[in-house]
């Protein structure tokens, strides 16, 4: 064990493997190689990072410390930061095992997460493992040891001593727009149901539902926020990236994103993982599935089984919402357009899409009467009144206040990108589908998510007749670069998207 | 394509994934993201590599080049270097394909092995399309589009204007003591017979043919000294990793170490396609097997047959050498160890490793009597009458001189580490085998193969009657620390890598 002083470096550093410098006369003097493995001790907390060595960057007897560490940790340079050379991490050594074909116990996949959510393992280490969730796959005893393994090695919050059915709406993404589960929030938490929902940011998809809701609201909240604001208001809507909830999920999906893919059976486990680690006890899954969705529709009854064998062996009751994905749920697909959405329906202005909320209220009824509070007919009726009264908007604010918004946003104050362009339809008939990958593909060339005010509004829905020449869609940018980079994207052919 | 003024970094950067560093007004202006895969032209020469965003490692305007690139790469910091942001590489549509079980053709292989070369696929991307090899594996046709590709997509040599046999002696490797393959090229070339040797440095070995060769001459030479350096003395003992021979398999073998494993499949591609690359028509492939080697006894037949089917179809005669790996060749193991056993060969000391000399040998005639020009027995003949007349030694040093050797070194001027210790028995009885596991965990911690002249030497071989008391073997090492350190490694039990 040696004692450096840290020096903060502007250097974001890599997100899936912590990095850290040594002078290369530190190193010497210490025995450390290039690409070793280190463990890093700061004020109360331990993490593994990788040495890189350097003659300039850092001083003898300094270690530079990337952003991606000092974020997270308590590195201050008044400190200093206790380091120890590591061999490899010891659960490479069930890696190799699963390769090869064999089978992982509980304790071998659990020291798996744990070197993972402590940062021992390298990307390339990761990836052989991830790449074992397709082949050779794992068995029904290996996913519940995973999934019981990612939760353990986080914490586990629990919201028992507040009284009431703690539940939780989740949908396996996919579809673009994300109003839907605010307003779930929102109505749930009114009736007295403890939600305390975790999004994330969208990776592959134009807007994450955090990225939604950072148009209004804090999402970025600690351990403590999320309890203090469920005690507050029985809901929250927190960004679950800064939280500890299975960290290993959150870890292992930054090895998932280079490629696109996810293994049904990795979703599934990712998903009850961070359920069991928020406490929930009855959960809606949304299940879209379709050409242009995640599941196909091949695959949807062997998905949807594999969910909930495996919810019910954490006890945890789930009502999977088996649905078609023919296109958006809402209009709007952006963080802004998103958000615009959703307060329409909380606002009960006519813009609002219809068929959002009704898909709102229908699986929150379906939420209600799994935990047998209610039966679905009388779910719904309350839902409605909560939604028609304004009360679930005065909830979505008291949450918003509870979580740090300085005030309340209408709706008419989001403005989409001032740069626009206007998609008309070269065909005639009735809108089947739209092709999701497109859409995305479109959305994310205008800039979203990181652009907020970029993003495509539908003018037409799935079920509605169009003529030649109609105005279907508008994209919204902030800079006509992105308006010319999407309309490149769509080749010529505005509406190929659109299934007549 | 903008231009950038090009900043030299002190860093050595990923070995597996290029990285440069872009300032964040630059990067901006660009809409160049974190992550985000560009494509530099340097001089007559490109390559892909990771952006890196930083505030302050290099200003607006320049991009700044770790060592791993202006190494390999003509960067001088008076030219611009053009810089195009690249989408994700195509070939990572074929890797997805591959991992959802479909077979690849010759042509999606040969844009994965390019985009390899080109170091458009990062370490995350070559990780999960290397699983691949493990589960679900290649078939035949897919082993030769990989072989193919593989040494397609980098330089082939061709010495077929010299007139005579090309021809090469390879081993799969995990056999510690690498003094065989320097002395077969000293006979063969010597015989008239070209032998364009190359080599590899240890990687989880105590020492490569490279780390050994390299205290006597040096290895690292560029395409065009091999060519020169093969016309004056019809062989080399180069170093392949500074070559483009194959290059896709060099970055391949990166993302291998983590794990130490390799499948068969990958390494009878690899090592096919090296010698495609480097013109050879007959080759001798040492093919070690048993309980601590790479090859088991259970697998060997299987090994045999892949390697003559595929070498067939490359039109390439090869001699599997099938041996039970019982211990290492020679007495010792360690760069400057290794080195003093291949001298003492070729010297005729007295003090020569004899089972490593005869296997040389016996190598060597099979090899000759591949190529049809003499049978084994002449071979034989002719192969000891050129080792015994110290014919084979002035070859050896006419090579030497040829990669730019100042001096002749002898056996005798060969140190080997001041620190040392001595493995006394336990027991009484007759050496079975060696514990290659135990030997390469030992040398690795008194230091090699960094430290030239630590390592093992074996005082007592496979098949010798030990008493208890008897020295088995001496430990070396450059500080009484790695002494220590490999004392410690033994975990009391000294002599238990030694089987009676």
Redesign the interface.
């Known amino acids: 064990m040696v004692y450096l002083r840290p020096k903060k470096l502007?250097?974001?550093g890599d997100k899936?493997a912590l990095e850290v410098?040594l002078n290369r006369f530190t190193a010497d003097q210490y025995g450390v190689k290039?690409g070793d493995l280190l463990d890093l001790y700061f004020v109360g907390h331990e993490t593994g990072a990788t040495a890189?060595?350097?003659?300039?960057?850092v001083d003898d007897g300094h270690i530079g410390i990337p952003a991606a560490i000092w974020n997270t940790y308590p590195v201050s340079e008044l400190d200093r930061v206790a380091v120890e050379l590591q061999g490899?991490a010891k659960s490479?050594a069930s890696?190799?095992k699963k390769?090869?074909?064999e089978k992982l116990s509980y304790d071998e996949i659990r020291e798996i997460m744990y070197d993972i959510a402590k940062r021992r393992l390298?990307?390339?280490?990761m990836?052989?493992f991830?790449?074992?969730s397709?082949?050779?796959g794992f068995d029904d005893e290996e996913m519940y040891s995973l999934t019981k393994a990612m939760s353990d090695t986080g914490i586990i919050l629990d919201f028992s001593s507040l009284g009431g059915f703690v539940v939780d709406k989740h949908s396996i993404g996919g579809l673009p727009s994300k109003g839907v589960t605010p307003v779930i929030v929102a109505l749930m938490s009114k009736l007295g149901f403890i939600i305390p929902n975790t999004s994330t940011r969208g990776i592959t998809s134009p807007a994450g539902t955090t990225d939604v809701l950072e148009t209004l609201m804090p999402v970025s909240l600690s351990e403590a926020d999320i309890k203090r604001v469920v005690a507050e208001t029985r809901g929250c809507l927190a960004w679950g990236g800064g939280l500890e909830l299975a960290p290993a999920d959150d870890i292992l999906i930054q090895?998932e994103k280079?490629?696109?893919?996810e293994s049904y059976d990795k979703f599934v486990v990712s998903i009850i993982a961070k359920k069991i680690a928020a406490g929930c006890k009855y959960v809606l899954l949304d299940l879209p599935y379709g050409d242009t969705a995640k599941v196909s529709v091949a695959d949807v009854a062997k998905v949807s089984k594999a969910f909930e064998t495996l919810f019910a062996k954490f006890d945890i009751k789930v009502f999977v919402y088996k649905r078609q994905a023919k296109g958006p749920d809402g209009n709007g697909i952006g963080p802004i357009l998103e958000a615009r959405d959703l307060l329409w329906i909380l606002e009960r202005d006519k813009r609002r899409p219809i068929g959002m909320e009704n898909l709102a209220l229908d699986m929150a009824a379906q939420l209600i009467a799994l935990t047998g509070k209610y039966n679905y007919q009388s779910a719904h009726e309350i839902l409605r009144e909560t939604l028609d009264s304004g009360e679930a908007l005065r909830q979505f604010w008291k949450i918003g206040k509870s979580q740090g918004a300085k005030q309340i946003v209408k709706a008419e104050d989001l403005l989409p990108g001032h740069y626009t362009f206007e998609i008309k339809s070269t065909k005639a008939g009735l809108i089947k589908t739209y092709d999701n990958h497109i859409i995305v593909q479109i959305t994310r060339a205008l800039g979203a998510p990181y652009a907020k005010s970029a993003g495509i509004y539908l003018t037409r829905q799935v079920g509605d007749r169009i003529n030649v020449g109609d105005v279907v869609a508008t994209l919204y940018a902030e800079a006509q670069s992105r308006i010319d980079l999407a309309v490149k994207n769509l080749d010529g052919e505005q509406d190929g998207w659109i299934l007549v």
């Open positions: 502007d250097i974001l899936s410098y290039e890189l060595i350097t003659d300039t960057i490899q490479v890696i190799r390769i090869k074909g390298s990307p390339i280490e990836t052989y991830a790449s074992t397709y082949n050779p090895i280079p490629l696109h893919i």
